[in-house]
Antibody, heavy 122, light 112 residues
Framework: QVQLVQSGAEVKKPGASVKVSCKAS????????MHWVRQAPGQGLEWMGI????????SYAQKFQGRVTMTRDTSTSTVYMELSSLRSEDTAVYYC???????????????WGQGTMVTVSS | QSALTQPPSASGSPGQSVTISCTGT?????????VSWYQQHPGKAPKLMIY???KRPSGVPDRFSGSKSGNTASLTVSGLQAEDEADYYC????????????FGGGTKLTVL
């Protein structure tokens, strides 16, 4: 079945970086855009950026420009999200989410990973 | 881009209908037919309920419907059931010069 499986929880110190993985299965990895969305404890959803697994092109939310890097490995059908210069406000659950099958991106996210909790604490 | 505006809470009795609004601007909700809605139960990942304003993914009950008028989108849940109690988030494409997606702040739906 179609699924996204993310890496496990992380605890990081302020100023460090974290890299979260998201392994796709059950569909053609390079045919669907992938997004990253985060959710701070008790808060709403926040879009971080998008990657095209086919060519590797990316677009990031302005808020994260310069701190986030999204990459992919087509040999393992895995996308990665790395966030640097971590601060306490980055404590959140990070989700990868597949774009709805569509000719354009941004129409919706139909498959979600289980989420990865990232805690930033000294 | 600013977040879309949703009411923090909504409620209804079993069998009733409830509508949740999502207000944006002409740069997001009003400018594109790319509004989506997500249901999230505590401790779970969000689930897509509506995309492209009014399309339902396979497996989503037809009790859930979406619409849009101007800068405001709406999600209507008809025939409320206990399992509909959850947080609901709207989202819209908001790209102009750069690709962008914005979410609403979320609405807690309580089934009385």
């Amino acid at each position: 079945q179609v699924q996204l499986v993310q890496s496990g929880a992380e605890v990081k110190k302020p100023g460090a970086s974290v890299k979260v993985s998201c392994k796709a299965s059950g569909y053609t990895f390079t045919s669907y855009y992938m997004h990253w969305v985060r959710q701070a404890p008790g808060q709403g959803l926040e879009w971080m950026g998008i990657i095209n697994p086919s060519g590797g092109s990316t677009s990031y939310a302005q808020k994260f420009q310069g701190r986030v890097t999204m990459t992919r490995d087509t040999s393992t059908s895995t996308v990665y999200m790395e966030l640097s210069s971590l601060r306490s406000e980055d404590t959140a659950v990070y989700y990868c989410a597949r774009e709805v099958p569509s000719e354009v991106a941004g129409t919706g996210f139909d498959i979600w990973g289980q989420g990865t909790m990232v805690t930033v604490s000294s | 881009q600013s977040a879309l505006t949703q009411p923090p809470s909504a409620s209804g009795s079993p069998g009733q209908s409830v509508t949740i609004s999502c207000t944006g601007t002409s740069s997001d909700v009003g400018g594109y037919n790319y509004v989506s809605w997500y249901q999230q139960h505590p401790g779970k990942a969000p689930k897509l309920m509506i995309y492209e304003v009014s399309k339902r993914p396979s497996g989503v009950p037809d009790r859930f419907s979406g619409s849009k008028s101007g800068n405001t989108a709406s999600l209507t849940v008809s025939g409320l059931q206990a399992e509909d109690e959850a947080d609901y988030y709207c989202s819209s494409y908001a790209g102009s010069n750069n690709f962008d997606v914005v979410f609403g702040g979320g609405t807690k739906l309580t089934v009385l």
